[in-house]
């Protein structure tokens, strides 16, 4: 039998490393929303050079403390950047050689209102970036905390007819269900890697299949990636916004296109859909591929709690002739539980995620 396998690790949390030098600049604070001045935990606070570019990003915490290191003395300012609220900027200020610059950004949320939804919104918008106005823009970098999850693998048949499963698996998650290779590898090699020793499309008896990689929050926000796809925002259903991406250009790897789900109001990403594209002929288009459910807690963290991935395995023709599909692996899982920093599992976050978002999952 072939042998495909799912790159498929655990939920990844992104935090944002800040190891400042003795000599480093910086500026730390807290992030506060006016009239009452409550922290804003989970805010995205981005440190911007006088050429206006982000030079250091940091994510708000519970206390809505953050820091953020210049690489150099010079003029700066600090934006903050919220999903459903517009950008705000602090006024310039000089950062001098080895200064720690105090600064409490009191911030006063306006709401960000979407245009209306007309047929010129359609045309695609290739090259977006983090931060800017589109719609993609106001996705906020994911920083999340602990879990435990449940997980399955199944068989289908070709017509995706379940042949057989393997039951439920446990255990404490520290990375994204879904995991793609390094974004500058998958840039390079794509979303499937056939290119080990001895490794093929079709490489039957062996445990060196293909390996597919999902689509997991550090390629969606690399740079590469956003440059490279086109985004075009298709509609709304049922409260939500449907936001489609595709490859700009289709190269020779295995790409990836799909779907972004939104909520209207809030502009939260609540959906990650996603199908290989430049897959060999003999594989059904828009059948491989994935999703991932998210939900975003109240102290701001994001939790991928649900997600399922699918692949083809080849049945060989004699005689020269393309391969057919002769059955799908899928895995899959769900998480159960949300842990603290010490490992504990928190039954607060828990009952607001389970009661919040489980019943969406597939």
Not at 1 to 19: E, F, S
Not at 303 to 324: E, F, I, T
Request: charged residues 20%; contains cysteine; glycine residues 12%.
């Amino acid at each position: 039998m072939v042998v495909v396998r799912l790159a498929v690790t655990a939920l990844v949390v992104m935090l944002i490393a800040l190891q400042p030098t003795a000599q480093a600049q910086s500026v730390q604070g807290r992030v506060v929303q006016l009239p009452q001045g409550t922290p804003i935990p989970g805010a995205l606070v981005v440190l911007v050079d006088s050429a206006g570019h982000d030079v250091s990003r940091a994510a708000s915490s519970a206390s809505g403390g953050f820091m953020l290191t210049a690489p150099v003395p010079g003029r700066y300012l600090v934006a903050v950047r919220q999903i459903g609220w517009k950008t705000w900027q602090s006024p310039p200020f000089e950062l001098a050689s080895a200064q720690s610059l105090p600064l409490v950004l009191r911030v006063e949320a306006e709401a960000y209102t979407l245009p209306t939804i007309t047929v010129e919104a359609r045309q695609p918008r290739c090259g977006v970036q983090v931060g800017g106005d589109e719609v993609v823009g106001r996705l906020l970098e994911a920083r999340t905390l602990g879990f435990s999850s449940e997980w399955y693998y199944a068989h289908y048949n070709a017509k995706l007819e379940m042949a057989d499963s393997s039951g439920m698996g446990a255990g404490r998650l520290t990375a994204w269900p879904i995991q793609a290779a390094a974004p500058d590898s998958i840039r390079r090699w794509g979303f499937v890697r056939t290119d080990g020793p001895g490794q093929a499309w079709t490489d039957v008896g062996s445990d060196r299949g293909p390996v597919y990689f999902g689509l997991d929050a550090r390629v969606l926000f690399s740079d590469w990636f956003l440059a490279g796809h086109c985004f075009r925002l298709e509609g709304e259903r049922e409260g939500k916004l449907q936001v489609a991406f595709a490859p700009e250009h289709h190269g020779q790897v295995v790409d990836v296109q799909g779907t972004l789900e939104l909520d209207r109001a809030s502009l939260e990403l609540q959906r990650i859909s996603f199908a290989y594209v430049n897959l060999p002929r003999w594989v059904p288009r828009e059948r491989a591929g994935g999703d991932v459910h998210l939900r975003r807690l109240h102290t701001g963290a994001w939790v991928p709690y649900a997600w399922r991935m699918r692949a083809p395995v080849p049945r060989l023709m004699g005689g020269g002739s393309q391969p057919k599909v002769d059955s799908w692996v899928e895995t899959g899982g769900q998480v159960r539980s949300v842990r603290g920093p010490g490992g504990e599992v928190d039954s607060g976050l828990t009952r607001e995620l389970k009661e919040g978002g489980q019943g969406e999952s597939r």
